[in-house]
């Protein structure tokens, strides 16, 4: 990997820095920055890095972002970035809720659905969203409602496809041909034009499904573009 980068991790919406763990110690890289959306905590607190505060650790720094899922939108929108900088999506995405010419997104009326129930019941809407993504049910009592209703607004409203059409972003892309969340078609459609994807089977879960599959692509890829 280039000497001048600094990784950045940031997961997906409903899931917590926790799930980058295996994929970490495979890699084996020292000063990471692992971003925690806060969704079941306060990011604020000792050893948590919330997104914002991230530019003030690398300055001028170029960074290597991996962004798992809504996380690698985030990520890019969180810019500009540093000159240098290189990105990887796993189970992401340039846009997620459908609309007029990107039609194989979510219907926009099933996020407006979970977006009411966060406000009648947070863990029945976040639990059933992690069921399909095939984790264990949140049993925190603490819920922050204000960043998981943030995180459903940017699957619904937001999206990277100009970004996308200069062609680096993502530099690299690692998909499942079985993501129930990010199914193939929306994966092609949304990266169409980049040329290193890679796939795997391992649900939408891939840094805990397949954490070898993606530590060795991420470095064949860094290998080749030092």
Not at 16 to 32: A, D, H, K
Not at 89 to 111: H, Q
Not at 119 to 129: E, K, P
Not at 154 to 161: K, S, V
Request: charged share 15%; proline share 8%; net charge negative.
């Amino acid at each position: 990997m280039r000497a001048d980068l600094r990784p950045v991790f940031m997961h997906g919406w409903a899931c917590g820095p926790e799930i980058w763990q295996p994929l970490q110690q495979m890699l084996g890289w020292r000063e990471v920055i692992t971003v925690d959306g806060g969704y079941f905590s306060d990011p604020s607190r000792v050893g948590h890095t919330a997104l914002p505060q991230v530019r003030e650790q690398i300055g001028a720094q170029p960074i290597l972002g991996i962004g798992h899922s809504l996380g690698f939108m985030q990520l890019v929108l969180a810019g500009p970035w540093p000159e240098g900088s290189l990105f990887i999506a796993i189970n992401g995405f340039s846009r997620f809720a459908s609309e007029a010419d990107f039609t194989c997104g979510v219907p926009p009326r099933i996020l407006a659905r979970m977006q009411a129930g966060l406000l009648r019941d947070a863990r029945q809407v976040v639990n059933n969203f992690r069921a399909r993504c095939g984790l264990a049910a949140q049993e925190q009592k603490l819920f922050n409602i204000a960043a998981l209703q943030a995180g459903l607004g940017m699957l619904e409203q937001g999206g990277i496809r100009p970004q996308l059409s200069i062609g680096t972003i993502p530099a690299l892309g690692l998909a499942a041909e079985d993501d129930p969340i990010v199914p193939p078609d929306m994966t092609r459609a949304g990266f169409a034009g980049i040329e290193a994807m890679e796939w795997h089977d391992g649900g939408h879960m891939l840094p805990l499904t397949q954490p070898e599959f993606c530590a060795q692509q991420i470095q064949n890829f860094l290998d080749k573009a030092v």
